[in-house]
DNA sequence: TCTCCGATTAGAC
DNA sequence: CTAACGGTCTAATCGGAGA
């Protein structure tokens, strides 16, 4: 039996979560800005056809915006996170293989469902009905097939948000490939497609059909799976369960220049309490500390600086003030008064189930110290984010990003409701 | 010569 | 007024060090 496998793709995600609270924007040409107010991550329909690229820098824009009213927004991620779970929780009762590809989409197996069109419009109208998020489903017999089925849906309005390539004849797939820029299928980018262009492959159709060992020899594995999709045979399955992560990065563009060492810390103990949480999250605990800083690397004129220290540690850690200590000190190694800093960030890497503990000798008897983590969790589980910090944190401003223009949490903050 | 490591690259969104 | 350019994550690959 073909494999079934929809993409639902949420359109222009981060737009549409603002707009289904603010309709008045309905047809206002808007984007959506990175953290830091930096870039620009989501565009309206409106501002794509005004020509606002993605990641194209606000600053840039401006010109362009001012004269066309275009609204920007700061990223407001607690609500697109949880608009996000709303629509993964309705695609959920259409087949209870799903696998969450990122925060707007989602592939769902509808191997085996009678009427897939029917099926796949119904999807459609009920996450709209209930959330009110536009989105568009892709149907083909691999991921990256249903990833192309999505992008025709997306492009071509006839499809009215539903594309099936599997219902294709074999005449129709080849001329759709054919039209098809190699750089559109998923796995391709920017590199690839140049290097691709030196072998003549430019088309998704010439990369379906290119002679498989040079391309493999050539481009590797990666590329020579995402051939076997085109050619309808499946090489990435669906992962239903988020694997743990091997390694955890926490670190923020400041709103400023940052000069003094304890405004450092007292950034750097932010990032080590966000790292050291998602990793209590998923039951690891890691056995490398990195810290990193950077200069502004915009500012050419500048002199640059971006150092990086690892501390590999005698036993595993999952708790935020031993994590802490090590990244206060692995800063003061680095920290060099003379440059501007504008980004730091803690990495935890060698990371391992808490299971996995290896008793140490010389480790210091403290039974209960995971306590006070799971004490801390629980209360920042119950009142935000925030609510209970480690004590370096939030001494010192001048590090926090720049947000000028968020949007309040409409679904998960009673207080940011504006009718209650 | 083989293996392991860190660093680099390319990709996704 | 000026300066203003994201964050996380994975896998593959490469080159050097050491076995």
């Excluded at 008045?24 to 870039?39: E, Q, T």
């Excluded at 329909?45 to 606002?52: C, D, F, S």
């Excluded at 469902?113 to 536009?134: D, F, K």
């Amino acid at each position: 039996m073909t494999p079934q496998l929809a993409l639902v793709d949420c359109n222009n995600f981060y737009v549409s979560c603002e707009r289904i609270f603010r309709p008045d924007l309905a047809r206002v040409p808007m984007v959506i800005l990175s953290n830091n107010d930096g870039c620009v991550v989501s565009r309206s329909n409106e501002a794509k056809a005004l020509g606002i690229k993605m990641g194209q820098p606000w600053f840039e824009c401006q010109p362009l915006a001012e004269a066309h009213g275009i609204l920007a927004l700061s990223s407001n991620y607690a609500l697109y996170a949880d608009m996000s779970n709303r629509v993964m929780n309705i695609l959920r009762d259409f087949s209870p293989q799903c696998e969450v590809y990122s925060i707007d989409e989602c592939f769902v197996d509808l191997t085996g469902s009678p009427r897939l069109r029917e099926l796949s419009y119904a999807m459609r109208e009920r996450v709209g009905r209930w959330t009110g998020m536009p989105v568009c489903v892709g149907i083909g017999p691999t991921k990256t097939l249903a990833k192309l089925a999505n992008h025709v849906a997306k492009k071509h309005p006839r499809s009215q948000g539903v594309f099936n390539y599997n219902a294709l004849t074999g005449d129709q797939k080849s001329q759709l490939l054919k039209r098809l820029p190699v750089q559109e299928v998923w796995g391709v980018g920017r590199k690839l497609t140049q290097r691709l262009a030196l072998h003549g492959v430019c088309t998704a159709w010439d990369l379906r059909e290119a002679h498989m060992p040079t391309l493999r020899s050539e481009f590797g594995v990666v590329l020579e799976k995402t051939q076997r999709e085109l050619q309808e045979t499946s090489c990435m399955p669906l992962e239903e369960a988020p694997c743990d992560k091997q390694q955890i990065i926490s670190s923020r563009s400041f709103g400023g220049m940052v000069t003094e060492l304890p405004v450092l810390k007292d950034a750097l103990s932010t990032f080590v309490a966000n790292a050291c949480a998602k990793l209590r999250a998923q039951n690891s605990h890691a056995a490398v500390i990195q810290v990193f800083l950077q200069t502004n690397r915009f500012r050419k004129e500048l002199p640059q600086y971006t150092p990086s220290l690892a501390v590999p540690l005698p036993y595993p850690t999952n708790d935020s003030l031993e994590v802490n200590r090590w990244a206060g000190w692995l800063c003061e190694r680095m920290f060099k008064p003379e440059y501007q800093y504008k980004k730091a960030g803690v990495m935890l890497s060698e990371i391992s189930p808490l299971s996995h503990h290896q008793g140490d000798l010389l480790e210091t008897a403290r039974p209960d110290k995971h306590k006070l983590m799971q004490a801390l969790d629980g209360l920042n589980a119950r009142y935000g984010r925030g609510a209970v910090k480690v004590s370096t944190q939030g001494a010192y401003t001048g590090w926090q990003m720049k947000q000028e223009r968020k949007s309040p949490n409409y679904t998960t903050s009673w207080t940011d409701v504006p009718w209650v």
